[in-house]
C-alpha cells in the first residue's frame, strides 16, 4: 500500500514517513500542495493524508481538485483546525475522515486501516469510467451494453489505465508496472504505443466519447472527456 503525506512541518512530516515506514507502507512526502498534487498526477496512491494549512495551494483547494477529477483513494485531513466547522468543511469538500493534531499514531494507523479496508471492499472488484465497466473476477469489459473482447496484455494495460483514471500514465510506468521491465527501451515504448492504438480502436473508436487521451510528451491518461 502507497500513502502520500502532504504536509508541510518537516518534522511532522519525517515522523509520519518513518512511522507509516515502520508499520509497512510505502511512503511519499510533499511539503507544499503542489508538489503533492504533481505527486498525485503522476504515481498511484492507495491513500492520502493531507494538511489543510499549506503554503501555495490550500489544502481544501487540493482535496477538491482531486474529487472533481474523480480520483477516489480515500483521504484522511491532518490539521489542527479543530472547529465544527472546519471538520464539517473538509468532509464536505470529499475528506473521508478527519484527524486533528496533535494525535496518538496507533489512532492514525487503525484510522487508516479502517479507510483502505472500506476501499478495497467498494472498489475492488469492479472500476468504472462514464458507461465503460471494468469486471475484475468474470473479466469481462462492457462499453454501454456492447461487450469488450481483449487480450490478456490489453486487460492488463486497461486495467492499470483505470485504476489511474484521472492521473497521468507515463510509458515507463506502464514498463515498469504491466509489462515489468524495469530497463527502458526504445522497443518496449513502441510496443506499448501499438497496445494503446489496439486498445483505442476497442474502446473509443465506436463510440462519441473518448476516454483514452495522449498527454503529448509524457504519456496518457483515462478520464471522460479532454483531460
Do not use: C
Not at 478527519?98 to 478495497?120: C, D, H, T
Not at 483514471?165 to 526504445?186: F, H, K, P
Request: charged share 30%; proline share 3%.
Amino acid at each position: 500500500m502507497r500513502i502520500l503525506v502532504i504536509e508541510d512541518e518537516r518534522k511532522v512530516a519525517s515522523a509520519l514517513e518513518e512511522g507509516l515506514t515502520n508499520a509497512g507502507y510505502q511512503v511519499d512526502v510533499a511539503f507544499s500542495g503542489e508538489d503533492g498534487f504533481y505527486l498525485l498526477s503522476t504515481r498511484r496512491y492507495d491513500l492520502l493524508l493531507l494538511d489543510l494549512m499549506l503554503p501555495g495551494r490550500d489544502g481544501l483547494e487540493i482535496l477538491k481538485t482531486i474529487r472533481r477529477k474523480g480520483m477516489q483513494f480515500p483521504i484522511l485531513i491532518l490539521t489542527a483546525r479543530d472547529t465544527v466547522e472546519d471538520r464539517v468543511n473538509g468532509l464536505d469538500s470529499g475528506a473521508d475522515d478527519y484527524l486533528v493534531k496533535p494525535f496518538a499514531f496507533a489512532e492514525l494507523l487503525a484510522r487508516i486501516r479502517v479507510l483502505l479496508r472500506r476501499g478495497r471492499s467498494e472498489s475492488s472488484l469492479r472500476l468504472v469510467l462514464a458507461d465503460l465497466e471494468m469486471d475484475l473476477v468474470t473479466r469481462k469489459v462492457l462499453r454501454g451494453k456492447s461487450e469488450i473482447n481483449l487480450t490478456v496484455r490489453e486487460f492488463d494495460l486497461l486495467e492499470y489505465l483505470l485504476r489511474h483514471q484521472g492521473q497521468i500514465v507515463s510509458r515507463e510506468m506502464l514498463a515498469r508496472d504491466v509489462w515489468q521491465q524495469t530497463n527502458r527501451a526504445t522497443p518496449i515504448d513502441n510496443l506499448i504505443d501499438v497496445h494503446i492504438a489496439r486498445l483505442r480502436r476497442k474502446i473509443d473508436d465506436p463510440f462519441p466519447v473518448k476516454l483514452i487521451h495522449t498527454i503529448r510528451g509524457v504519456g496518457f491518461m483515462m478520464n471522460e472527456g479532454a483531460p
